[in-house]
């Protein structure tokens, strides 16, 4: 037997674009074609497109492997022909074992059924006997920290949750291969934590974990290997390091829309006072000046200035309407140049400097170009992270610790429930 | 490929069968969710349909100058049951895969099983309402006669038959919302169609256009277990059991076919 889990063989998947069908003209070839198995699946028609072209991985047993991609690369198509909800147009996927999927993990919720019919629900939907939810369901309510809701019907829940209790039935699910798509962002941050760790022990019980995400650190800290997928086609695979960094090279190569047309960023450039530079000191005032071109008449504009640290963490961004309190309007062939000011308290390292042009009041984005700058910043002061605060440090005299014993008596008063320290008896 | 599909659901659904039994449950349970009555609603529609049918009767006997006899009585009740089944089994077994879409979308699992459990959830409808008539048979002193046995294998028709009708139309509704109204149409209508207020025989020689409506001989059937009367021609039945049968593996088929289009099409 193979030691493959999951084997994708040049899949390709076709979608189309706008309605399904617009007239009977168009829809009965169409569909005789189908029913007869006889439509040219190799070729395009007029509207459609490949979602997914030509991809081919396999992931092994018990591996953790990432998919990365900008929105609309075809990572979910990927998932969707994984857990057989699609097929593909052409090639062939392999699945073996049990598959379960952490996608929209509350889907099967019916807002009428109380929070323990749900669990009994959502569980057989995901694949579970009603022993096995039987038997595991004390643990997923623990899980959710919903014990005293479970009889509550699930639409008086609040979206927090709901979701938790989704996560929590998924999670216990026990496949052979779990897909996760996003999931752990639902919650508060003490529940994520805990998807977290959940997470890792799946993996670590042996579990093939499938694992896509926009956040590149949790791919890069959960992942063996990963792959990149980029408007259809597998980009780059490899170890997660490599392929993140592909990626990264990418996205600054892109942009939004097209320069030429529109209103976009034309030009962006990094100086101080002595010119333009790309290496600063911690500390050091620098200013950002991003200039925009109109080919067409438009109102209500600002521009936007973001920085990102090396691990795509959004640090910091300002938008012109923002620090100025008001827009502005261009007419056609008009340009203008914004400039900002900025001082550098970055802790050292790399950061990409991204620039948007929006219509504020409706939040259109008309450019957006995600890697308009590079800066690298150098620090005297030994820090790590994304801030410098200008940590200074000093050593107190050594003196006696109080008992042992009193200690951890006393440890528990600090954090009473109520958040107020209660006063030693 | 198909064939090997086809094959597979027998497999399939019993690995499911828990998830089959939770989403007939869940029908159940959300039908009478904050209803008052609860699962008298589910002798309701039968009793409507009986008195309905009992003022047709009544009607025929007057205008013809017979008298309206206690076997009349058996007949509509008998059959106005499992009718009532029939046509809300269609009903809610073609809107099944719509109103799960979002499941449909997001999560893999054989799909029949929705209009499988619509279908199911209407049986256990069918089960009260059906305790109903055998107290009333048990008032109007029906002797228990060895034809009641017919009850069985037609009743295992009638449900054989709405689920092929209710599997296939699931499918289509997916792709075609005007399935949805044309179903609703031809359910409202379809009682004139078919023999559960009158007998086939009523029409003389015109009585096999009736019975060429599958369900026509398995109600005939059933009236007949029910009072004795003679039952509808062999050829009748075993016509009825084939189309039954045959068509509930035809839409399978069908149904399995089409699955994969579902979650883009939906």
């Not at chain 1, 920290?145 to 009889?151: A, K, N, T, W, Y």
């Amino acid at each position: 037997m193979s030691d493959a889990a999951v084997e994708l063989d040049h899949a390709y998947k076709k979608f189309r674009k706008g309605e399904l069908y617009d007239s009977l003209r168009d829809l009965l070839p169409a569909l005789t074609a189908r029913l007869l198995r006889r439509a040219r699946r190799a070729e395009l028609g007029t509207r459609e497109f490949w979602a997914v072209r030509d991809v081919s991985f396999e992931v092994r047993r018990g591996e953790a492997f990432g998919v990365i991609g900008a929105n609309g690369a075809g990572k979910s198509t990927i998932l969707k022909l994984l857990s057989g909800i699609m097929e593909p147009t052409l090639g062939t996927v392999v699945v073996r074992g049990r598959l379960s999927a952490l996608i929209e993990v509350s889907a099967g919720f019916h807002p009428d059924l109380t929070g323990r019919e749900n669990v009994f629900l959502n569980g057989a939907i995901l694949g579970m006997t009603r022993r096995e939810i039987a038997r595991r369901f004390d643990e997923i309510v623990a899980f959710s920290g919903l014990d005293e809701f479970i009889d509550t019907p699930v639409k008086r829940y609040s979206s927090g949750m709901f979701a938790r209790l989704g996560f929590a039935v998924a999670a216990h699910v026990d496949p052979d291969i779990l897909i996760v798509d996003e999931v752990l962002s639902v919650g508060d941050f003490v529940f994520q934590q805990k998807c977290v760790e959940r997470m890792t022990s799946i993996i670590r019980g042996g579990a093939t974990v499938i694992f896509v995400s926009h956040n590149l650190r949790a791919v890069a800290e959960l992942c063996a290997r990963a792959l990149l997928m980029d408007r259809g086609r597998a980009a780059a695979i490899g170890p997660p390091d490599e392929v993140i960094r592909t990626y990264l090279a990418q996205a600054e190569a892109r942009r939004a829309s097209p320069p030429g047309s529109g209103v976009f960023v034309s030009k962006v450039e990094v100086r101080d006072a002595s010119g333009p530079r790309a290496h600063f000191n911690s500390g050091d005032r620098i200013t950002v000046d991003v200039d925009v071109v109109s080919r067409g008449a438009y109102e209500r504009l600002a521009v936007v200035v973001g920085l990102k640290d090396a691990n795509e963490y959004n640090v910091f961004t300002a938008s012109s309407e923002g620090l100025l309190g008001s827009c502005f309007a261009l007419a056609p062939d008009e340009a203008i140049t914004c400039s900002f000011e900025l001082d550098l308290h970055l802790a050292a390292g790399r950061y990409r400097i991204c620039t948007w042009v929006v219509r504020f009041d409706s939040e259109t984005v008309y450019d957006h170009w995600a890697a308009a700058a590079t800066v690298f910043v150098s620090s005297e002061t030994p820090v790590r992270g994304v801030v410098n605060l200008y940590p200074t440090a000093r050593l107190g005299a050594k003196r006696a610790a109080p008992p042992a014993a009193e200690a951890a008596a006393t440890e528990p008063a600090a954090i009473a429930p109520d958040g107020a320290a209660r006063p030693a008896s | 490929m198909t064939a090997a599909t086809l094959r597979q659901v027998p497999a399939e659904l019993f690995r499911r069968r828990d998830l089959l039994y939770l989403l007939t449950w869940r029908d159940i349970k959300l039908k009478y969710k904050q209803t008052v009555m609860g699962f008298l609603w589910a002798m309701l529609m039968p009793l409507v349909i009986v008195s309905a049918g009992l003022i047709v009767r009544y009607a025929f006997a007057r205008v013809s100058g017979t008298t309206f006899k206690l076997d009349d009585l058996v007949l509509v009740t008998v059959k106005a049951a499992p009718w009532a089944f029939f046509v809300s089994a269609i009903r809610f077994a073609s809107n099944s895969l719509v109103a799960n879409a979002n499941l449909v979308t997001k999560i893999y699992m054989p799909r029949e099983i929705f209009p499988l459990a619509a279908v199911l959830s209407q049986l256990v409808d069918f089960a009260v309402a059906a305790v109903v008539v055998v107290v009333f048979l048990g008032i109007a002193r029906v002797p228990p006669r060895l034809e009641l046995l017919w009850i069985v294998p037609l009743m295992v028709l009638l449900v054989l038959l709405a689920a092929a009708l209710g599997v296939f139309l699931s499918a289509g509704a997916l792709f075609f919302r005007d399935v949805k109204y044309i179903v609703e149409v031809i359910l409202t209508f379809a009682i004139f169609f078919t023999p559960v207020f009158y007998e086939a025989a009523l029409f003389g020689r015109w009585a096999p256009l009736l019975l060429v409506n599958p369900v026509a001989p398995l109600l005939e059937g059933l009236g007949a277990a029910a009072t004795g009367r003679a039952m509808p021609a062999p050829g009748w039945l075993a016509y009825s059991a084939v189309v039954s049968i045959g068509g509930f593996l035809a839409s399978l088929s069908f149904f399995k076919r089409l699955e994969p289009y579902f979650a883009e099409s939906v």
